[in-house]
């Protein structure tokens, strides 16, 4: 695959975000978070172990003093609350309360149905996704 067509498909992702993010907006407003608050409560899997803020750092891709802030405002939303680890008391994890679950389920619930993505068939879908995998699990040439 040459250059320009990677650099399109790079667009067409950055776009796609992009829209995604501009067709949630009301929901962000009424959850009073922005979008990296959004990111943060995206990866607090309601089914999953509380993550460590460290392990949020890494998912976000961010320093851990981001994640201190992004947390303080999450907490004074009610959204989640700072529990010691299981592993290293030490350790502070981030746990989703009941409002916050509902937060992220609102959240999720129209970042998937107002996406570019929501337009395509259950089988075009499928092909997306699985294009999408083989291309974040092998390394680049």
């Known amino acids: 695959m040459d250059e320009s067509m990677t650099y399109q498909l790079l667009r067409l992702v950055h776009a796609m975000d992009g829209a995604t993010n501009a067709t ?5 407003a009424e959850l009073g978070i922005t979008h990296a608050l959004a990111d943060a409560l995206w990866q607090l899997d309601p089914d999953g172990p509380a993550p460590t803020m460290r392990r949020m750092a890494a998912a976000l891709r961010c320093d851990p ?3 201190t802030f992004l947390a303080d405002r999450l907490e004074q939303l009610g959204y989640v609350t700072r529990v010691p680890a299981p592993h290293d008391r030490r350790a502070k994890a981030l746990h989703l309360t009941a409002p916050g679950r509902e937060a992220r389920r609102r959240l999720v619930q129209a970042a998937t149905t107002r996406t570019p993505i929501a337009g395509l068939t259950p089988t075009e879908q499928l092909r997306l996704h ?3 995998t083989k291309a974040m699990t092998s390394s680049p040439e």
């Open 24 to 28: 949630i907006q009301d929901v962000l």
């Open 65 to 67: 003093s981001t994640v």
């Open 130 to 132: 699985h294009l999408l």
